[in-house]
């Protein structure tokens, strides 16, 4: 109903090819499954002309996740609660430890987090400030001490996602990381919870 608009943001905005995002299926319906999973999508109206369109058609929602016909999914992020039997967080223990972090400190940092997963805008939709209020809505609320991500390093840092990022306070948790099994390096970063301070899921 929503995942496979998902994962055809998730392609466009990643630049993989086309198929990637049958091989993520799998994956992404297993996550769903994890203690706190949590998502939240943006949705844009259109033309009944463009929802039409082979672009749009891929992103097209159907009832009752979408109230009207043209509708289609312009924005994702999901997340769930991070635990030691987890890949990501093994792969990032590794990472610190190969960094020289003691064992304390490795524990400290990976206990009591909200992964961000994934959070994906097409980029027909960028720049609109969605990205932002996809996370503020996943973080709301959330009970966990502080939320940790990773990202593909970027020369500069010069990307949208990383601006995002640090304009709401994600600091280095682990840099230069490369994950078994693909090639680039990425970031860990993270930050306390709550996102916004008088968040009253907090209370």
């Known amino acids: 109903m929503w995942l496979e608009p998902a994962l055809d943001i998730y ?11 049958i091989h993520r299926a799998a994956l992404w319906r297993d996550h769903i499954s994890r203690p706190g999973w949590r998502a939240v999508g943006a949705v844009a109206t259109v033309s009944p002309a463009e929802v039409r369109s082979p672009d749009w058609v891929r992103r097209r929602l159907s009832r009752p996740l979408a109230v009207a016909d043209n ?4 924005g994702i992020a999901y997340g769930y609660r991070g635990a030691r039997d987890q890949w990501w967080n093994q792969q990032l223990r590794i990472g610190l ?14 206990r009591d987090y909200f992964e961000l997963t994934e959070l994906h805008v097409h980029p027909s939709a960028q720049g609109r400030g969605i990205g932002q209020w996809l996370l503020g809505r996943l973080l709301t609320g959330r009970t966990e ?5 990773s990202t593909p390093e970027i020369p500069a840092e010069n990307n949208r996602a990383w601006s995002l990022y640090r304009r709401l306070g994600f600091v280095d948790v682990l840099r230069h990381f490369t994950f078994t099994g693909d090639p680039r390096p990425f970031a860990f970063l993270g930050r306390p919870l709550p996102l916004v301070p008088d968040d009253p899921g907090r209370r």
């Open 97 to 110: 430890r190969q960094s020289g972090q003691p064992a304390a400190q490795v524990d400290e940092i990976t």
């Open 145 to 149: 001490r502080s939320v940790l991500l």
């Open 71 to 74: 509708e289609v999914l312009v």
């Open 11 to 21: 392609v466009t905005a990643m630049d993989y090819p086309r198929g990637t995002e």
